[in-house]
């Protein structure tokens, strides 16, 4: 099984900062890394597939990079709305695996 | 627009069973792998399984491999999770998704989730 180590657990920031998010991978799954968001009492929300392809309808400030092992999610000048958990997902292999997820606020 | 609505949750005792069910809509749905994931109260998501489109293939996370069978009906647009031998720790929101289609298991749309606790 692939494990997914997200860091940090939390992280606090201001309206217009930059937020960066890490996610390693127990062993190499090439691009398949994929970020989800997920607000209070909402269902999750693809944000970035394949490690760096963005999503139609996803503000441009939400980006993706990495290969291999190692990925990262950033997001340029946070918004008060981007308050959520942030997820990754591996889709290289069975059992598909989450990432523990890392609180914004 | 797509649409996915899942049922079938609730509160239901250990060694019992249930059926989930999601109803989708808004896409050509044999053409689109399908997935359950599920989320314990104040917890992270954990993937439970995912169907092809076809339904030929399906895949369990280890945690309910032989208590759960996912299952797919291309005519009616619906994909089940009957779930046997409840535990207390499958108590969770339960959450449908769908894949981004092209052999994909990439969740891109997710319901809204059915709550399923198992207690006595």
């Known amino acids: 099984e692939i494990v997914l180590t997200q860091s940090p657990d939390f992280q606090s920031v201001s309206p217009k900062e930059k937020v960066t998010i890490t996610c390693r991978a127990s062993q190499s799954i090439g691009s398949s890394l994929h970020w989800y968001q997920q607000k209070p009492d909402q269902s999750p929300k693809l944000l970035i597939k394949?490690?760096?392809q963005s999503i139609s309808g996803v503000p441009s400030r939400f980006s993706g990079s990495g290969s291999g092992t190692d990925f990262t999610l950033t997001i340029n000048s946070l918004e008060a709305e981007d308050a959520a958990a942030y997820y990754c997902?591996?889709?290289?292999?069975?059992?598909?695996?989450f990432g523990g997820g890392t609180k914004v606020e | 627009e797509v649409q996915l609505l899942e049922s079938g949750g609730g509160l239901v005792r250990p060694g019992g069973s249930l059926r989930l069910s999601c109803a989708a809509s808004g896409f050509t749905f044999s053409s689109h792998a399908m997935s359950w994931v599920r989320q314990a109260p104040g917890k992270g998501l954990e993937w439970v399984s995912s169907?092809?489109?076809?339904?030929?293939?399906?895949y369990y996370a280890d945690s309910v491999k032989g208590r759960f069978t996912s299952s797919r009906d291309n005519s009616r647009n619906t994909l089940s999770l009957q779930m046997n031998s409840l535990r207390a720790d499958d108590t969770a929101v339960y959450y449908c998704?769908?894949?981004?289609?092209?052999?994909?298991?990439?969740?891109?749309?997710w319901g809204q989730g059915t709550l399923v606790t198992v207690s006595s």
């Open positions: 998704a769908k894949s981004l289609g092209g052999g994909s298991y990439v969740e891109d749309y």
């Open positions: 394949y490690a760096s």
């Open positions: 169907i092809s489109g076809s339904g030929g293939s399906t």
């Open positions: 997902h591996q889709s290289s292999s069975f059992p598909l695996t």
